[in-house]
């Protein structure tokens, strides 16, 4: 039975709901899913770093190494594709569903040319490993896991294609679902060629470059059993007029190139800062690590609530009521305040306990623990940012967050954590802590110019119907 065009924005928009309460249990039904995706997708990672560190070390380092370089790229250019999802929900909200079709097919047109870039710069990788520095044994892991998962990009890139409009449509439960089975996968595959089982080769660390792929195609497997359903095919994406159209492409462009940047302008400055940081010691390093990973596992929560804002958002603008729209900013918004502040004293309290999962050594355990007080602090700023970014994606404002971010993180948090940490200007020496401090500073301008942005867009009907014509 086929979606009518009215339903399918009745089921995914919904009527304007009444108080916070309402408008809160609609974001946390859309993403609830989604923070379990993104936690699947960050349990993989960490089942191929745990288990290429007990092949061997040399494994471990150059399963990380490849990371360092793969997802600041891959984050860039699958950012252009999920431009598609707020076109998408604006289309819902404006029961024009069916229009969503030729997004659709343009989208997947791009996806596999951001795939071949992909396979291009992870393929020729190794020059830029080898400048690293890093020994040549991890560099020859890093390079060998990198060609293998490249493999695995053209199913990637689609699969977030097709994910990002299952998410436009409001259907956020399928991604969920096929992220778990993909999570279940991944460990025996791993198992199967690190270790070479049931007659497989023995490839270490460049086994979980493989079994990356192989989960890849798997993903995409299910999502094209999920574009079968009738709320997928309501968008009439395997009918209608095929004909090819540069506009189109140039409009996902428009909307999706300072997504990607503005993903990766965040991702790259952390690992500036970790290449600097790498310079003052191992233990340093190890701390900066540590901390990183307890940062993102906060993270997840507010960046899926921005998700389900921009999604919300996206309902509202498409059916012309702003007043819905800035109801969903301002639940958004409070829904972060308050998890950031609750968040905020668990890391405070609790710091040398999570830091122990990862330690056992003094140095690096006290560093650490002094890290997550900068991350307890920049909480509220890091969290806003990542909501108020999803809510301006709903919008389709997605420019001047871009340059917000270029400003805040490469021009100011990042100079400005060199010169605390090397003593320039005749400032005292900090270390690793003036690059978290530059960091902390950084975030926190960038939220005050991303809630003075969101506040105007969300009051300014001229510019939101602009945007929503663009």
């Known amino acids: 039975m086929e979606v009518s065009d009215s339903q399918a924005s009745s089921l995914a928009a919904g009527s304007l709901r009444r108080g916070f309460r309402g408008e809160a249990g609609a974001l946390l039904r859309l993403g609830a899913p989604i923070a379990a995706t993104q936690l ?39 950012g252009i594709t ?66 293998a998962a490249s493999w695995g990009m053209p199913a990637m890139m689609t699969y977030i294609l097709l994910r990002q409009v299952c ?8 991604p969920m679902l096929i992220a778990g089975t993909a999570f279940v996968l991944n460990a025996p595959i791993n198992y199967v060629l690190i270790y070479g089982a049931f007659g497989f080769p023995e490839l270490g660390g ?23 359903r009738p709320f997928f095919r309501a968008t009439n994406w395997m009918g209608g007029d095929k004909t090819f159209r540069w506009a189109t492409v140039a409009r996902i462009f428009k909307l999706g190139v300072p997504i990607g940047a503005t993903i990766f302008l965040e991702m790259a400055v952390y690992s500036a800062i970790s290449v600097l940081i ?48 800035a109801q969903v900013v301002s639940t958004a918004f409070r829904i972060s305040l308050g998890y950031a502040a609750a968040v905020s004293v668990l890391l405070v309290g609790l710091r040398f306990m999570l830091v122990g999962i990862y330690t056992t050594d003094a140095d690096v355990a006290l ?20 909501t108020m970014a999803g809510a301006l994606r709903g919008y389709k404002d997605t420019r001047v967050p871009m340059i917000i971010s270029l400003i805040g993180y490469w021009i100011i948090a990042l100079p400005l954590g060199a010169v ?34 969101l506040r105007r867009t969300s009051r300014d009907a001229a510019l939101i119907e602009r945007l929503a014509q663009g």
């Open 40 to 78: 699947c997708v960050m349990g993989m990672g960490f089942l191929d770093t745990a288990m290429a560190g007990r092949y061997g070390a040399v494994d471990l380092a150059g399963v990380s190494l490849g990371g360092v370089l793969l997802w600041p790229v891959f984050m860039l250019m699958s």
């Open 82 to 147: 999920m431009a598609v999802m707020p076109m998408v929900s604006q289309l819902v909200g404006a029961r024009r569903t069916g229009e969503s079709g030729p997004l659709i097919r343009h989208g997947l047109w791009i996806a596999l040319f951001s795939s071949l870039v992909m396979m291009l710069v992870m393929r020729n990788a190794e020059p830029a490993l080898l400048l690293m520095g890093a020994d040549p044994g991890v560099t020859a892991v890093a390079a060998g896991y990198l060609q």
């Open 167 to 174: 998410e436009g449509l409001g259907h956020t439960l399928p």
């Open 206 to 228: 460049v086994g979980c470059g493989w079994a990356t792929a192989a989960v890849m195609w798997v993903e995409l497997g299910l999502i094209l059993l999920v574009a079968r």
């Open 278 to 325: 790498a310079r003052l010691g191992v233990s340093e390093m190890a701390a900066h690590s540590i901390a990183g990973n307890i940062n993102w596992a906060t993270y997840v929560i507010p960046m899926s609530l921005g998700s389900a804002a921009a999604i919300r958002v996206g309902f509202h603008v498409g059916a012309r009521n702003r007043a819905g729209a």
């Open 367 to 386: 560093i650490a623990a002094n890290l997550i007080i900068f991350i307890a602090v920049y909480q509220v700023f890091d969290d806003a940012n990542a």
């Open 420 to 453: 605390l940490a090397n003593g320039a200007l005749d400032l005292p020496t900090t270390g690793v802590y003036g690059y978290w401090g530059g960091l902390t500073i950084g975030m926190a301008l960038v939220a005050v110019a991303m809630g003075w942005r």
